[in-house]
């Protein structure tokens, strides 16, 4: 199941208001910036990247952020990379990459498994595949990025 799956079968019975019912407007106002800056590290193209912030806003899904259990903003984060992320997998179907047997030998830095996860979209068992590493590394590697995102 999907993000947007996820996000679109949560049960709003049982998840606490946080913030009032905000207005299309408010939220853009409120949120617009911050989405955009996730799309833009997952799909690097202005022009693209302004067209799914377009899709987000205009989701009915966001309507469910009104009743999401955490605060408005995590909401807002979650649709806007599933909605990139979507994006670019549909992208990277019409345009594969280029052949990884001419790429340079890739670094299994804490950066770079976090920017498949995170940015590019792979789940953690895609990551390790993807790396010829086993799972408990990629987690390992998410933990590192994060303490050294704290130190710095």
């Known amino acids: 199941m999907t993000e947007l799956d996820q996000l679109s079968n949560f049960d709003k019975s049982t998840a606490s208001v946080t913030s009032g019912n905000l207005t ?7 949120f617009g910036a911050m989405a955009y800056g996730i799309i833009l590290q997952i799909i690097p193209q202005p022009h693209l ?18 009743s999401y259990p955490f605060s408005f903003g995590a909401c807002v984060i979650k649709l806007a990379r599933a909605k990139a992320v979507e994006a670019k997998r549909k992208l990277m179907s019409v345009v594969p990459a280029h052949s990884e047997s001419t790429a340079e030998p890739i670094v299994n830095s804490p ?4 920017d498949l996860a995170f940015c590019q979209g792979y789940t953690p068992d895609e990551v390790a595949e993807k790396l010829s590493i086993s799972k408990s590394e990629v987690l390992k590697s998410f933990h590192d990025f994060f303490q050294s995102s704290r130190n710095s």
Do not use: H, M
């Not at 299309?24 to 409120?30: A, G, L, T």
């Not at 990247?49 to 009104?66: D, G, R, W, Y």
């Not at 950066?111 to 976090?114: C, D, P, Y």
């Open 24 to 30: 299309s407007i408010e939220v853009y106002d409120k």
């Open 49 to 66: 990247a302004q067209e799914i912030l377009v899709e987000v806003f205009a989701s009915p899904l966001l309507q469910s952020c009104n």
């Open 111 to 114: 950066q770079l498994i976090f």
